[in-house]
């Protein structure tokens, strides 16, 4: 299997499976002397790390990094960073059954279809663990981009609930499980979920993630625009089927007079009235806050019984047991961020190496 790894500059290239015995990556490119440690990234895994509450999955995973190699005497040496999280909590079982079975919305049948082989227990190398290993490379990534770079994202909705705007505050996203910048949204999201829980299905959601003190001028006009690697960064995060920049498909709707970001002068620099372009300007940072909003469909693994085929390609039934997201779009968020992250971190360093 190719196509693990991502990223020009920084390059990051992940390994293992849900039901492994850990799951790891390589990140390289890093610059030298960056002061870098455990510490540095674990509050990012933590954000992310399963059964934190009764939304997400009981699965139960510390996330533990370590840092096998790259760093010496609490400094990033130049050389490929290695990194690994042992799997504490598999539990291996409770995909006996569908061994030989494809779940409906699951890459089952497509992993089957491409390589006649595939590990079912918990989806293998397609499960959602494997992106424990983005957050982490994201932390790197933050390392790279400094302080003055601020990337932070929310849930904007949950099913056909969406948060009120004029009520949004970023703070509190840290005091609810959702991630929610709406507190007066977060009961009707929690009882949204716990009705979908009860009634053995799922629901999807929307993520926003905001990157404020980008500066002017990252990215590429032709191929190596940022806003498309952004978006193929995003859509590459498991159950992601739409993502936007900006005003995003709402730019439909408008007219040129609208949607166009005027300009002014303030302090002898450009400011910008509005930002309809999400940041980005012909695939370059226009110095504003960039802006990507995704979709993440509702979590293919429910107990409600759906039709299915097997592997011989008998007609049948199926019902996924064990632990799962009732909204995956939920842990999301910190992947979101690292994504984010690393896509800014891999074209700073482009833009030094080619405009010093």
Known sequence: MASNSFGLLFRVTTWGESHGPAIGCVVDGVPPRLALSESDIQPALDRRRPGTSRFVTQRRESDTVRILSGVFEGRTTGTPIALVIENEDARSRDYGPIKETYRPGHADFTYDAKYGIRDYRGGGRASARETAMRVAAGAIAQKILGEGVTIRGAVVQVGEIRVDRARWEWEETARNPFFCPDAQTVPHWEEALDAARKAGTSLGAIIEVEADGVPAGLGSPVYGKIDADLAAGMVGINAVKGVEIGAGF???????????????????????????????????????????????????????????????????????????????????????????????????????????
């Open 250 to 356: 709402a730019a439909a709707a408008m007219s040129g007079d609208e949607n166009g970001d005027e300009i002014r002068m303030e302090g002898g620099a450009p400011r910008f009235l509005t930002n309809n372009a999400g940041g980005v300007l012909g695939g370059i940072t226009t110095g504003q806050p960039v802006v990507v909003r995704f979709v993440v469909k509702p979590t293919s693994s429910i107990r409600t019984p759906r039709r299915t085929i097997t592997r011989a390609g008998a007609e049948t039934v199926v019902s996924t047991e064990g632990r799962h997201d009732p909204c995956v779009g939920i842990r999301a968020v910190p992947v979101g961020e690292a994504m984010m992250a690393c896509v800014l971190a891999d074209h700073l360093l482009r833009h030094r190496a080619q405009c010093g």
